[in-house]
């Protein structure tokens, strides 16, 4: 079982900016995959950003030159900075973290994003 602990939700004002940290219980570099994906309310989760074990990296056209993602192996921490918020961004944020023994999500952290 892999624990994730995201932080640095919180409320912002468009245009603004905001950096999402999780924190894995073991080694990011263990991870096949690991990402953050969003729910917002009354639509279904979605994956925005994750890197590959080989380092790739890919994003949902909705966040792609705003959003950048990156990891810390040091500190198996992977971050999420968002860039030029937009009310659309509102949403949980959930960490997850992809190796052979399956899917492992965070508990999420809210991200408010006013006009």
């Known amino acids: 079982q892999v624990q994730l602990v995201e932080s640095g939700g919180g409320l912002v004002r468009a245009r603004g900016s905001l950096t999402l940290s999780c924190v894995a219980s073991?080694?990011?570099?263990?991870?096949?995959?690991i990402g953050w994906s969003r729910q917002a309310p009354g639509k279904q989760r979605g994956v925005i950003a994750h890197?590959?074990?080989?380092?790739?990296?890919d994003y949902a056209d909705s966040v792609k030159g705003r959003f950048t993602i990156s990891r810390d192996n040091t500190k198996n921490t992977v971050y999420l900075q968002m860039n030029d918020l937009k009310p659309e961004d509102t949403a949980v944020y959930y960490c997850?973290?992809?190796?052979?023994?399956?899917?492992?999500w965070g508990q999420g952290t809210q991200v408010t994003v006013s006009s």
């Open positions: 997850y973290f992809v190796s052979s023994r399956g899917i492992f």
């Open positions: 073991e080694s990011t570099s263990s991870a096949d995959v």
């Open positions: 890197i590959e074990d080989n380092g790739s990296r």
